[in-house]
Every structure is written in structure tokens, then in C-alpha cells.
């Protein structure tokens, strides 16, 4: 309702050099401002037949400031270039989405799409984060609807036995990468996090109950990921308080000093299911969220749920929430 807000930018954060490349705010700084300035604001609907975390990117890159991510993204209708055929066991759910005031140039879908059917605009795929964006037509996803189809894996606990073996140590390398800053903070807590632990899921679970149970979650802390802040939210002279941004990062950073494959995933929580229409989920700005992924060998990206009073639907058989 700004007066000029439909205007020209003064700086135009999705412009470059007018080549195919786009420069956007990594959506994890948005959060905070979801959850208490646009609690009430409408995101998104989505018709399906179950909940889930609707994620819209994942972020890999950590430079001592920022979780943010670098995305080589092409076309895509239909089903979507290199995703994986269903494992045994695993569900699929068709998803349709109504974008209302998200803002964002990401796409919403519950983990791991295979197959995207949008008739009114282009769209393009990034393998490598699983992320779904329009296409450079368009500034936002706002107003578009969409059909998504997602395979959901039912992991055990036993299908993260394997852990990290046999991974390429190229793979390793980048996805445990920390700045030099960075990883003597995670060094320091490490031990008290998973104790003698030496299993990869072990550490994992145990890297999850330490967050929830010696941390508490709260809006009153200032925004914020930097080596830094992920310093005093670690340490336990301090409140050890904060809300989903600082313990998505602060476990993909002791994730990664373990040697786990680990990278920040952002997205928003189920919402409410729509009392008129059941199998609606009305997703607003208190339900942003952000989550860590970890890497298991011959699994692929797993989700697990440091922030107190969050759990994944479908994950409860390997979380425990």
C-alpha cells in the first residue's frame, strides 16, 4: 500500500551485467521479519493430500557472514532433469499451488519434486539444491499456480546405517567446508554435542537433541548467521537463545566440523489446514522456517529439526519428533 512501491527500484537487487544471470537476497535473511512483522500475511495455499515442509532452497556456501547458495538452473516442464526414481516405500504427493503475497523468486514444494506443471510462466530447475524458480520474466512468484509432484522417502533409521562411506572426497570437501573463522567455534562444542559418538546418524541425532534440549527458541534476538552471532548463540554463558535461522546454521556448522555433508534448507512449515476446505494449507509468515539437511550415502539429502517445538511430517521414524 506504499505509495511508489509498484515504482522502479533505486537499486535493482535482481539485476546484473544483462546477461542470463540473477542476483537475489538469500531467503534466509527474510525470515525474522516473517515471523513477526508479516506473521499474519498470506504466502501461499497448497491443495494436497498430506502435509509437509514446503521448501524453497537450499543454501550451501558459508562465507563466515552468510549461508547463501550458487545455482546453475535450466528450463524445466514436466518432469524435472535428474531427480531420482521413487525408492521402495517412498509416497508420492501432488501438490497445487496458489501464490499469494511470498515475494520470493523460489517456488514452494514439498521435498524432493520430480515433476512441475506450470501453464501461465516459465520455469527453471537447480538440481543440486532441488530448487524451483520462475523463469527470468518474471520478479516474483507471486499470483502464479502451479502443480508440483514430490517423492517423499519413509527413512528408517536403518537406511542411514552407511552413513558417509564411499562418498567422492571432492563431495566431502565442498559440503564440509567451513571459513577459518568458523571452525574452531564448532571444534569447541563438538564433544559436547555428540559425546563419544562416532556413528554418522548417531552424531546427526544426537547433533538435534543437544539443540533442543540445551537451547531455547525466541523471537528476541537479533537476525542474524555470521560466525559471529553463531559464537554467541553457542555459547553457554549467553542465553543460548534464538529462533529457526540461528540453529539451522549453527547445526549445519558443528554438522560440517563432524564431517558430515551438511547444507541450510529454507522454506515454511505445514500452515492450517483450511476449516472450508479440507486438504487446503493456508501457509502465512509465521510459518517460515528454516531447517538443516545432511548427507547420507546411497540416501541422498536428509532433514533433521534442531529448532525446539518443530518436526518434519514423515520424518518422525529416524527424528523422533
Do not use: M
Not at 79 to 88: F, K, M, V
Not at 118 to 145: F, K, Q
Not at 244 to 265: D, K
Amino acid at each position: 500500500r506504499l505509495p511508489g512501491a509498484d515504482g522502479e527500484p533505486l537499486v535493482d537487487l535482481d539485476g546484473g551485467d544483462g546477461g542470463d544471470d540473477r542476483v537475489t537476497l538469500s531467503p534466509l535473511v527474510d525470515i525474522r521479519s516473517r515471523l513477526v512483522e508479516q506473521a499474519s500475511v498470506e504466502a501461499f495455499r497448497v491443495e494436497a493430500a498430506a502435509p509437509a515442509y514446503w521448501r524453497l532452497t537450499a543454501l550451501d556456501e558459508f562465507d563466515g557472514q552468510i549461508w547463501s547458495s550458487s545455482g546453475s538452473y535450466v528450463e524445466a516442464q514436466g518432469r524435472l532433469p535428474d531427480t531420482p526414481e521413487p525408492a521402495p516405500g517412498a509416497t508420492r504427493l501432488t501438490q497445487h499451488f496458489r501464490i499469494g503475497a511470498l515475494a520470493q523468486i523460489w517456488l514452494p514444494a514439498a521435498f524432493e519434486p520430480i515433476a512441475v506443471d506450470s501453464p501461465d510462466a516459465d520455469v527453471d530447475w537447480d538440481g543440486d539444491s532441488s530448487s524451483l524458480v520462475v523463469g527470468t520474466g518474471r520478479d516474483t512468484s507471486d499470483g502464479l499456480e502451479y502443480d508440483v509432484l514430490s517423492i517423499l522417502p519413509r527413512l528408517r533409521p536403518e537406511d542411514l546405517s552407511v552413513g558417509t562411506a564411499g562418498l567422492d572426497t571432492e563431495f566431502l570437501a565442498r559440503f564440509t567446508r567451513l571459513p577459518e573463522g568458523t571452525r574452531p567455534i564448532a571444534d569447541r562444542y563438538t564433544a559436547e554435542a555428540v559425546g563419544t559418538e562416532t556413528d554418522a546418524y548417531a552424531k546427526a541425532l544426537a547433533l538435534q537433541t543437544w539443540f533442543r534440549t540445551r537451547f531455547r527458541y525466541s523471537l528476541d534476538v537479533r537476525p542474524g548467521h555470521s560466525t559471529n552471532a553463531l559464537a554467541e548463540f553457542l555459547d553457554p554463558a549467553g542465553s543460548r537463545s534464538g529462533y529457526c535461522e540461528q540453529f539451522a546454521g549453527a547445526y549445519a556448522a558443528l554438522a560440517r566440523s563432524l564431517g558430515l555433508p551438511a547444507r541450510v534448507a529454507v522454506g515454511f512449515t505445514p500452515g492450517e489446514e483450511d476449516a472450508d476446505a479440507p486438504g487446503t494449507f493456508v501457509v502465512t509468515g509465521r510459518n517460515a522456517h528454516a531447517w538443516p539437511e545432511v548427507y547420507f550415502a546411497g540416501v541422498g539429502w536428509v532433514p533433521f529439526e534442531p529448532t525446539p517445538g518443530r518436526g518434519a511430517p514423515g520424518a518422525e521414524a529416524y527424528t523422533g519428533l
